[in-house]
Nanobody
Framework: QVQLVESGGGLAQTGESLRLACAAS????????MGWYRQAPGKQRELVAT???????KYEESVKGRFIISRHNAKNTVDLLMNNLKPEDTAVYYC??????????????WGQGTPVTVSN
């Protein structure tokens, strides 16, 4: 399987920046897409940004122009640079990977989550 370990996050004030990092280990050859999701208190987990193994990115509408996702295939890492943070960005952020095994199917893998808190 694949293990995802997140780092970064923490506390920030409105307008500041934070960077999240995620490192994958294990059967990393099975990873096709990676990215970040978040879950705010009382809300469902939502997509923040994803990137495929050929570099195609997808962003949630509210973070477009503020967040930048980058993936380093050789290092099996994915980063999320969060600029111009807003209080509504407060959530637990989860690293995500989509694994595909030829002839065996596919599934999602998740990190343990890292909290981000943005104050006014």
């Amino acid at each position: 399987q694949v293990q995802l370990v997140e780092s970064g996050g923490g506390l920030a004030q409105t307008g500041e920046s934070l960077r999240l990092a995620c490192a994958a280990s294990g059967m990393t050859f099975s990873i096709s897409a990676m990215g970040w999701y978040r879950q705010a208190p009382g809300k469902q987990r939502e997509l923040v940004a994803t990137v495929t193994d050929d570099g195609v990115t997808k962003y949630e509408e509210s973070v477009k122009g503020r967040f930048i996702i980058s993936r380093h295939n050789a290092k099996n890492t994915v980063d999320l640079l969060m600029n111009n943070l807003k209080p509504e960005d407060t959530a637990v952020y989860y690293c995500w990977a989509y694994l595909e095994f030829v002839g065996l199917g596919s599934h999602d893998e998740w990190g343990q989550g890292t909290p981000v808190t943005v104050s006014n």
